[in-house]
Each structure stands twice: as structure tokens, then as C-alpha cells.
């Protein structure tokens, strides 16, 4: 358990999304470094090139543009993790003869099934949270924005195969149905023997997944175990013609349609933190912007945009207060991260990673002027070699509803000699097209992070009981490089500086 579970996930952070496509670049540079020993086989690497939509000497912000869309980095994992092995075999026949060692060295690197799953589930939470249309996603829809990639077949049946696997029926069938309405991009012969044909395994699956969904409807109580082994049988016996014969039936519009509304029926409501997710709270209207300039002198001298988010509890953000320099060379660094998870271990379940993260522990002079910066627009009190903790979001990453005082179970070892969490300081270090809110759900607040700005809050009342109206989340991210630093205010220390608030 152990192993799998503090292995690094790729989808979990735009780092790791990075380091995938360098794997996948390596593989390339090893194959051009090699082209001329490939004879033949130098058409199929020009058809591979093709077949990734590799594009040469992109920039680091292209390449970070590009795994922030989720769409890209799930088609990039799907297509390393299951295509590019079969590439590798392949190649390595006809390179057998020189050295294989930088080819087999990419390969070791190619992402384990646990990757696989935790970016289907990365998909699937943006489309429940955001309530988004499969056939949106499918075409690269994502809220409205139309972006320039879609997932391809391979990826929508990738997407059907692991709702199978994970008993998801009805979601598996939604997702072969629209795999069933497209066509294989690229289908070269050589390109398909390399790959496979995945048409006919696709329209078994989309059958057996009506059948059984069906099944289910009809007779719910019947163990799924029972009912999958149905369909397995059905399935099993099942000729080319009879198949072809029922997707023609399926393919007629008006029985598409009548599938459509079964699988699309029920629709769920959404809970409210969902709706903060939205962005769908109805506004506050008493709050004020203004520039501050008369907490104490570095704001006289420096006034900064100031905005109320809420005044009961209080919370308020700067903008404009984490430079781009600094955000530079805070992603810049060569972080240790390690992955943060969404929930307490269970046995052998793999658990879902919400990000990674890491202590700004090393003494910086950037650190030192962030920190005095925290201090100046906040009035806490507290050193200025104090350490940071810098947060890196991935493929629908996200953090569940929770408390940042220590009886929700955090680790806080300073507690008894600090005190509890009073504050949290959250910086917004990486541009977030869409989602990835901090949503407050009990006071319906929605805080959309704004690269350069910060927010902050109060999690305990003036006497130092836990205020349950801070509890926070952090909605999965849509479109974006999500990086944040934070800093949790200790009680204690405040004591003779922080005037009570009433
Ligand atoms: O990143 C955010 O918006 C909030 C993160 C958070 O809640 C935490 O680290 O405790
Ligand atoms: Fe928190």
C-alpha cells in the first residue's frame, strides 16, 4: 500500500504533467537520435509524430498552457501509459541491434494503472462538479469555452473502459455511446496493427454495458457481480454479424434517442459547495474595495488594492501582492513534493491525491520579503523566516470541505506552545482559467484565485473557540495551473498585537 500510494501521480499537479511530457519528448529525442538505424521504419516514426500531434520546441509556457487543459493531459496520459509501450515494442525490434538503453529507460517511466485511474477520476469530477455535458467534453467544451483539442476515440473508450472496470455501468455506457459516434482518427494499417483496432472491442462493450444497465433498471436488487457475468456470457457468444446488427439498430436516431434519455435521466441536484464551485452564490452586496493605506506605515507609503469578501466572519483579499518575478522563481525551484490526500487511509483503497505540496523550509531572501509582506497587510504577528507551504493543483485536483484548526485532525506539533490555526494566508500563484475556487460553503463564498492576489480568513472566534463557519474547500480545477503558497497564523503570538474585533 505503501508504495503505490506515496508514488508520485502524475495528474496530480501540473509538475507531474510537465514531467510527462518530457517522458513522452524523451521517447522522441531517443527515436530521432536513432532514425537512421530505423530503415523502413522511418515512415512509421513520422506516422507516430502524427499520431501524438507532436509539435517541436514548445516554450515552457506552452507546454504549461497545454497541461492545463485537461483534456490535453488526460489524452497525454491515456496515450503514454497505453500507446507508447506498444510504439516501444515495436521500434525496439528493428533498433534491437544498437543500444536500447535510453529507450527502455522512458519506458520505465510510463504511467502504472493507478495514474491511469486517478486521471479518469480527475475527468469525472469536473464533469459532477461542474455538471459539464459529456458530449462537450468529448469535443473539448469545457463551461462554454471552446478549446482547440478534443478526446479522441481512444481516449472516450479509455474513458467507458474504466467506468466498466470501476462498476460505473450507466457512466461507461454514456461514454461508449459517444465513442460509438466517432470514428478512429488515424487509420493507417500500419497504425492500427501497431496499436490495435479498438472498434469492435467498443461496440461489445457499448451492448454489453445497455444490457446490463438495462438489467439493473429492471432488477435492482440482483447482485451486479450476477449481472456483469450476464452480459459477459451474452456478449461472449455474440458473432461480428449480430453485433454489427445490433449497432446499426442502436445507431437508428430514434432508438439513440430513446438510449439517450434513459442513460440521461435523474438528473441530480447539486450540493452547495457545488454551487459555490459554480460560482453560482447569490453576491454579497454590502463589501467595498478600496485601496488601504492606513493599517500602518508600509501601507501608507505602498497603498494596496484591498477587497472585502466578507465582514462576518471576517475575510479580505490584496491584489496585485505576489509579483510575477517572485512566482517565477517560486516555480522555478526544484521542489521535494510530496502528494496530499483527500481522505484518511482505508485499508488498500487507492485514495484520491488532491495535490502536491511542500515546505518552503529553506531560508530565501524571497521568502523573508513574502512573509514581511504577510505581516504589513495583515498586522499578525509572527518571524519572518517562518516557513511557507507551496501547494501545485493538477488534473481536477481539489481539496474536500474541511477545518484548517487542529481539532479536524490536522498536525499541528506547535499547538500547544503557539496555539491553534486563528488565520489562514492563502497567495494565488498560478493562472487558473476556470475553476479551482476556494469556496466557503457554510457562508456561501466563492473566492476564484486571481494569480498575484491573496486572501485570508479567520478560523477561530475572538476567544479562540473554532469558528464552523470557516470551513473551506478547494474546487477541482478546470483550466489551470493552480499553485498557491499558504501560511497559517498561530493564536498565541497575536494575543497583544491583534485587536479583538468586538
Ligand atoms: O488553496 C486553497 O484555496 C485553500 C487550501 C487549503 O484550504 C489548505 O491548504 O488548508
Ligand atoms: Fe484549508
Known amino acids: 500500500v505503501d508504495d503505490i500510494e506515496e508514488k508520485e501521480r502524475y495528474s496530480s499537479s501540473t509538475v507531474g504533467l510537465l514531467k510527462l511530457l518530457k517522458v513522452e519528448q524523451e521517447f522522441i529525442d531517443s527515436l530521432i537520435s536513432k532514425a537512421d538505424q530505423l530503415g523502413d521504419k522511418f515512415v512509421s516514426l513520422r506516422l507516430?509524430?502524427?499520431?501524438?500531434?507532436?509539435?517541436?520546441?514548445?516554450?515552457?509556457?506552452?507546454?504549461v498552457v497545454y497541461v492545463s487543459n485537461p483534456i490535453n493531459a488526460f489524452s497525454l496520459l491515456r496515450r503514454i501509459h497505453k500507446d507508447l509501450p506498444k510504439w516501444h515494442a515495436f521500434f525496439k525490434e528493428d533498433i534491437g541491434k544498437g543500444d536500447l538503453s535510453t529507450l527502455d529507460d522512458v519506458v520505465k517511466k510510463v504511467p502504472s494503472d493507478v495514474?491511469?485511474?486517478?486521471?479518469?477520476?480527475?475527468?469525472?469530477?469536473?464533469?459532477?462538479?461542474?455538471?459539464?455535458?459529456?458530449?462537450?467534453?468529448?469535443?473539448?467544451?469545457?463551461?462554454g469555452v471552446q478549446y482547440n483539442t478534443k478526446l479522441t476515440y481512444r481516449d472516450l473508450i479509455a474513458m467507458g473502459d474504466s467506468m466498466y472496470q470501476q462498476r460505473d455501468i450507466q457512466a461507461a455506457a454514456k461514454w461508449y455511446r459517444i465513442a460509438c459516434k466517432r470514428e478512429l482518427e488515424n487509420s493507417e494499417e500500419l497504425l492500427v496493427g501497431i496499436l490495435g483496432d479498438p472498434s469492435e472491442p467498443l461496440h461489445r462493450q457499448y451492448v454489453k454495458s445497455l444490457f446490463i444497465y438495462a438489467s439493473i433498471l429492471?432488477?435492482?436488487?440482483?447482485?451486479?457481480?450476477?449481472?456483469?457475468?450476464?452480459?459477459?456470457?451474452?456478449?461472449?457468444?455474440?458473432?461480428?454479424?449480430?453485433?454489427?446488427?445490433?449497432?446499426?439498430d442502436l445507431n437508428d436516431p430514434r432508438i439513440d434517442a430513446e438510449v439517450e434519455k434513459v442513460l440521461y435521466r435523474?438528473?441530480?441536484?447539486?450540493?452547495?459547495?457545488?454551487?459555490?464551485?459554480?460560482?453560482?452564490?447569490?453576491?454579497?452586496?454590502?463589501?467595498?474595495?478600496?485601496?488601504?493605506?492606513?493599517?500602518?506605515?508600509f501601507l501608507r507609503l505602498a497603498p494596496l488594492k484591498f477587497e472585502e469578501i466578507s465582514l462576518d466572519p471576517f475575510m479580505a483579499m490584496y491584489h496585485g501582492v505576489l509579483y510575477d518575478s517572485e512566482i517565477r522563481a517560486l516555480k522555478g525551484q526544484s521542489w521535494n513534493m510530496v502528494n496530499g490526500y483527500a481522505s484518511e487511509r482505508n485499508g488498500t483503497e487507492i485514495r484520491d491525491?488532491?495535490?502536491?505540496?511542500?515546505?518552503?523550509?529553506?531560508?530565501?531572501?524571497?521568502?523573508?520579503?513574502?512573509?514581511?509582506r504577510i505581516v504589513d497587510m495583515t498586522g499578525f504577528n509572527f518571524p519572518s523566516d517562518e516557513k511557507l507551504q507551496v501547494t501545485n493543483y493538477g488534473l481536477g485536483s481539489y481539496f474536500q470541505p474541511h477545518f484548517d484548526y487542529s481539532s479536524d485532525g490536522f498536525e499541528t506539533p506547535d499547538v500547544t506552545t503557539l496555539g491553534d490555526r486563528l488565520a489562514s494566508v492563502i497567495f494565488y500563484a498560478g493562472e487558473v482559467r476556470q475553476g479551482g475556487a476556494t469556496v466557503f460553503p457554510e457562508i456561501n463564498v466563492t473566492v476564484f484565485p486571481q494569480k498575484g492576489s491573496m486572501l485570508y480568513w479567520f478560523n477561530l472566534h475572538d476567544d479562540g473557540r473554532p469558528d464552523i463557519r470557516s470551513q473551506h474547500l478547494v474546487c477541482p480545477v478546470v483550466n489551470g495551473d493552480r499553485w498557491t503558497l499558504t501560511m497559517w497564523i498561530p493564536m498565541f503570538p497575536q494575543m497583544f498585537g491583534y485587536p479583538c474585533k468586538s
Open 353 to 372: 491525491t488532491v495535490a502536491r505540496y511542500d515546505w518552503w523550509t529553506a531560508a530565501s531572501l524571497t521568502r523573508e520579503r513574502i512573509n514581511q
Open 48 to 63: 507516430y509524430l502524427s499520431s501524438v500531434g507532436y509539435e517541436l520546441n514548445r516554450s515552457y509556457n506552452e507546454r
Open 115 to 143: 495514474d491511469m485511474l486517478s486521471a479518469v477520476r480527475g475527468i469525472q469530477r469536473i464533469e459532477r462538479v461542474y455538471d459539464l455535458k459529456l458530449d462537450d467534453l468529448a469535443q473539448g467544451v469545457l463551461q
Open 266 to 297: 435523474a438528473k441530480r441536484s447539486p450540493s452547495n459547495f457545488e454551487i459555490g464551485c459554480r460560482g453560482l452564490y447569490r453576491r454579497k452586496t454590502n463589501l467595498e474595495c478600496r485601496y488601504k493605506s492606513t493599517a500602518n506605515a
Open 218 to 248: 429492471s432488477e435492482p436488487s440482483k447482485p451486479i457481480e450476477e449481472v456483469l457475468i450476464m452480459g459477459e456470457n451474452l456478449l461472449a457468444h455474440a458473432s461480428l454479424e449480430e453485433l454489427d446488427s445490433i449497432m446499426s
